[in-house]
């Protein structure tokens, strides 16, 4: 079994930071691309930003400039420091990897739970 537990949502105001966390649990064997989707109500799910195991990354161009996405490969964590929240960034965020599990030769597309970002004065 594969986790992937997320944290450090909450409410912010306009202009204001967070970070988000991504720590991935279980037998793992190697992790690929590890990245951050987000879904805002009434809208589908976007991909945000995306880390390969190499240290590639790419973003969204809404947020190209304002967040980073970085990870700890020895932790299989992936962060996303989100800067300059507008109301529109409000969405739950999602973390997502490409895991492969130990013991097998096929990787998973495993997801969290979810957290909310909630921008708002």
């Known amino acids: 079994q594969v986790q992937l537990v997320e944290s450090g949502g909450g409410l912010v105001q306009p202009g204001g930071s967070l970070r988000l966390s991504c720590a991935a649990s279980?037998?793992?064997?190697?992790?690929?691309?590890m990245g951050w989707y987000r879904q805002a109500p009434g809208k589908q799910r976007e991909l945000v930003a995306v880390a390969t195991s190499g240290g590639s990354t790419n973003y969204a161009d809404s947020v190209k400039g304002r967040f980073t996405i970085s990870r700890d490969n020895a932790k299989n964590t992936v962060y996303l420091q989100m800067n300059s929240l507008k109301p529109e960034d409000t969405a739950v965020y999602y973390c997502?990897?490409?895991?492969?599990?130990?013991?097998?030769?096929?990787?998973?597309?495993?997801w969290g739970q979810g957290t909310l970002v909630t921008v708002s004065s």
């Open positions: 997502n990897a490409d895991v492969l599990p130990g013991g097998t030769w096929r990787y998973l597309d495993a």
């Open positions: 279980g037998s793992i064997f190697n992790i690929n691309a």
